[in-house]
């Protein structure tokens, strides 16, 4: 049952919408925001945000009023086509609102393990492995060394 | 008998253990608790600043160790016409010590932070940093090839990042940008440098005291401080000397909040210069985007290479005194997401990962720090309503960008995609103002040998206050035009060498 006044902690709301913002992509390697179970996260975050956090709430609720107006079974009851047309026309009014969802939705899917390893990084915390980096390239050291003071 | 040494600090020793890069998601923790804007993290021990009048966000971080937890460690010294600007340029002040002055104190400073670096770099006088550089790695590289093609100066960075076992610290692992605190413990802190040598030697720390004003004798003198211990209860700590390390937005604030009938405008202030001449480096970011791989988020995310090409005034420029670059690398996968939205080159929705990955692990590129001339107009002044946790006035700084540095920017910008260009970036993107780079903060309680035209004298003597002494930015005369700490420790040291030799005679 969506919750009539939260979008934020409307689940089957929040994983449509996030799978909009970030789909998965074609070959299916990078998942969908939505599909990756982040609508949590992401409303934690909005909720302690006091400088962009309104515009979110007020963004999602204008982007879940505008689908039911077309399907009583809102976001999640559109196609992509549909559901990408009530995001821009909210979008249109409501200027600070994605800002204020890619702030806290692009940190919890680039740091989920999943997002990680399809990216080829390695889903681990960078201490106490840390990484090696490439060597200083020695023809570029061997001209510096011939100008040293 | 030796001197005893009190040190209050409004916060609390840091643990590595804590620092973000122990976690999955050390990019939230980075850009939350361990964020470089104390109006960002909001914690008990920070103070808030009111920066709604400046275009430049003041960054500090408030424990032991100060803003080096969180610091790049970028380690250059100022060079030796940085203290001649008036003599050279005709403009600003000179300083009343120059480079000769300083440079015992930055060998001693690089040996206690650890400096890595390359002896010979010719922008400088010769020094031998005590190891070897960093090594470059595919960002450093790359920049550096586009500094070369184009025939200018380049030279890898002094950084105060231990590049194998120093003193106790472990050798650098790359865990990532530096600016989110080193768990690794390579990165020179002063919690980990200075400190256990100064309590070895029996100084003592009060933790979470956060000092509320500066007391005076009848005669005007310094006569110690009141501060709130960690349970928010105001003691008195009487003291025969107080030495002020704030930094260069603190220590103004501190001493314009400690005003009496014998310093009606505040401690140290009948020049009423105390919180004038604020300078920080503007600074201008300047990336490139390569079809090759380069892995930017592995490595201290500023120190590879520094290049002094336009350092040195050139009337054909248009702008007085100059600039030099950092290198810098990528930074960690959502950081670079946010970073990508914010520069307008990652949408949200279809196309979002073929933009994404253009950029993920693509990025190289540099910072311009440019020389910022101090004008009386730029200040540190106390908020009338702002308080900190504990009720004491929180500063205002007020600032404009002057139209020499605008200029100073807008060259940096061309050439440092000329640059990026010549390196083989296949698409260049510059922001010419960052807005989060208050990292550095200089001159509101300047040096000098006139005692209406500064509030310090050559060795951080308040003119005012004989027993009153300052050693962090406040004190510096001009900016020059690299990053500041390896003097704002050079000239520490200094001064505590002359309190030493001068104790007898201190107060004549
Ligand atoms: C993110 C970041 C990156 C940086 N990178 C570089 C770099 O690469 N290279 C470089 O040269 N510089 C860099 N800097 C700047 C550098 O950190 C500072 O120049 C340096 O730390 C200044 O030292 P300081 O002791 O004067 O001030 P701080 O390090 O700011 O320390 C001041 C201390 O005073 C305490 N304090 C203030 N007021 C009170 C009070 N009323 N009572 C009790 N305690 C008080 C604070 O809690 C703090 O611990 C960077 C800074 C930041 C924030």
Known sequence: ??????????????????????????????????????????AAAVETDSLLGHAVVTGLRAVRDAAVARDPAGLPGLTREARLEV??????????????????????????????????????????????????????????????? | MGTSVLCLEQGPWMHQKDYPTNFLDWESRAMGPFASNPNVRRLAQDYPVNDSASPIQPLMFNAVGGSTIL??????????????????????????????????FYATNDRMMGVAGLAGDPAYPYHEPPMAPLPLGATGNIVASGFEKLGWHWWPSDSAIASRDYEGRAACI???????ACSQGAKASTDITYWPVAQRKGVQLRTGCRVKEITVRADGMADGVLYYDQDGVLQEQKAEIVVLACNGIGTPRLLLNSKSPQHPDGLANSSGLVGKNLMFHPYALIRGIFDEPLNGRRGPG?????????YKSDPSRGFIRGYSYEGTRGAGPAQEALWGMAAGLVPWGEGHHEAYARLHGHIAGMVAITEDLPEETNTVTLD????????VP??????????????????????????????????TWAEPLLRPAGWHLMGTARMGTDTARSVVNEWGRAHDVKNLFIIDGSIFVTSAGVNPTSTIQALALYIADRIKQNIGNLFD
């Not at chain 1, 089957?12 to 949590?40: C, H, K, Q, T, W």
Request: with cysteine.
């Open chain 1, 1 to 42: 049952m969506p919750n009539a006044t939260d979008p934020l902690h409307d689940n089957a709301f929040m994983e449509a919408f996030l799978n909009l913002v970030i789909p998965p992509d074609e070959d299916r390697r990078m998942p969908g925001a939505g599909s990756l179970g982040l609508g949590a996260a992401v």
């Open chain 1, 87 to 149: 995001l821009e026309g909210v979008l249109a009014h409501h200027p600070a609102f994605m800002t204020g969802v890619a702030r806290h939705l692009y940190p919890a899917y680039y740091q989920h393990p999943r997002v990680l390893e399809a990216l080829g990084e390695p889903a681990r915390a960078p201490f106490p492995e840390g990484f090696q980096i490439e060597p200083t390239d020695a023809a570029l050291m061997a001209k510096l060394l011939a100008r040293r003071k």
């Open chain 2, 71 to 104: 610091w790049a460690a970028h380690f250059p010294r100022f060079t030796p016409g940085d203290f001649r600007v008036k003599s050279t340029d005709g403009v600003a002040d000179d300083w009343p010590i120059g480079y000769q002055t300083l440079e015992p």
């Open chain 2, 174 to 180: 790359n865990l990532g940008p530096c600016t989110s």
């Open chain 2, 302 to 310: 500023g120190c590879t290479v520094w290049s002094h090409e336009f």
């Open chain 2, 384 to 391: 009338p309503e702002l308080t900190d946790s504990n009720g």
């Open chain 2, 394 to 427: 929180a500063p205002k700084v007020t600032y404009t960008l002057s139209e020499n540095s605008k200029k100073m920017l807008a060259h940096a910008v061309e050439r440092g995609k000329e640059a990026l260009s010549a390196a083989g970036a296949v698409e």
